[in-house]
């Protein structure tokens, strides 16, 4: 049993911005957002009350329900302008983009060439208000499209490398790691990658001792060395 500190012990609750888009990949949403979402306080519990390390809020286009690809439908915490207004007031601590079939459409000039560029204005805008961008996936190809990664080493999906590189010409693209610490960029290679990304950053950001606690509480073989990958060989050209 856990004995709570004492209040205004804690540290402040970070918070943590998803976008979520038509036929994103499920488990580059949940499986990211459950390593924020499981952690707690040193000295407290999962039945413990607030406050908690962090708060996950998902983002979309619009305040209206999103579906993931083959899976369920999500309703947004906040649109793409309240996020903006919520970062603008106080910068959020980490937004990340998530991969998936979506992506494609989502980056397709040929067919909403005014979506496309008010989502990359959007992402750059946020970059000027969020300490630390993510994405899982091929989410990275929205980041290296907004030109952030340029100079930075990064991952991606490695069965759609190729792809999501040409995004990106000038990224220092990792065709190995399950995921990249480049300081204010953050990336992670596919699907699974993205929960260990996850809690990495939740080390990062709240200490070792939380995220341990976090992959206990969360029953996760965390695959704690990104050198170490779990596909042979990788698929850089596929």
């Known amino acids: 049993m856990t004995t709570p500190l004492a209040h205004g012990a804690f540290p402040p609750t970070q918070r943590v911005g998803i976008l979520v888009y038509d036929n994103f990949e499920p488990i580059d949403v949940f499986g990211f957002a459950e390593a924020f979402t499981i952690a707690r306080f040193v000295g407290t519990g999962y039945d413990s009350p607030p406050p908690y390390p962090f708060s996950v809020k998902l983002i979309g286009h619009r305040r209206e329900p999103v579906r993931s690809i083959n899976g369920p439908a999500v309703m947004p915490d906040w649109d793409m302008a309240e996020a903006l207004a919520e970062a603008l007031a106080e910068p959020l601590d980490v937004l990340m983009i998530p991969g998936g079939g979506g992506t494609w459409p989502l980056l397709d000039e040929t067919t909403d060439p005014e979506g496309v560029a008010a989502l990359l204005d959007w992402v750059r805008r946020m970059d000027e208000r969020v ?43 990792d065709s190995v790691s399950r995921w990249v610490d480049a300081g204010r960029y953050a990336t992670s290679a596919g699907v699974s990658a993205g929960i260990d990304l996850g809690f990495y950053l939740v080390s990062r950001l709240a200490g070792r001792a939380v995220a341990e606690n976090a992959v206990a509480s969360a029953e996760y073989d965390w695959h704690r060395d990104p050198q170490m990958p779990i596909d042979y060989p990788q698929r850089a050209q596929a």
């Open 131 to 173: 300490k630390l961008m993510a994405s899982v996936c091929t989410g990275a190809a929205v980041l290296a499209r907004a030109g952030l990664l340029d100079g930075h080493p990064a991952t991606t999906n490695h069965a759609s490398f190729a792809w999501v590189a040409q995004h990106g010409p000038a990224v220092l693209w």
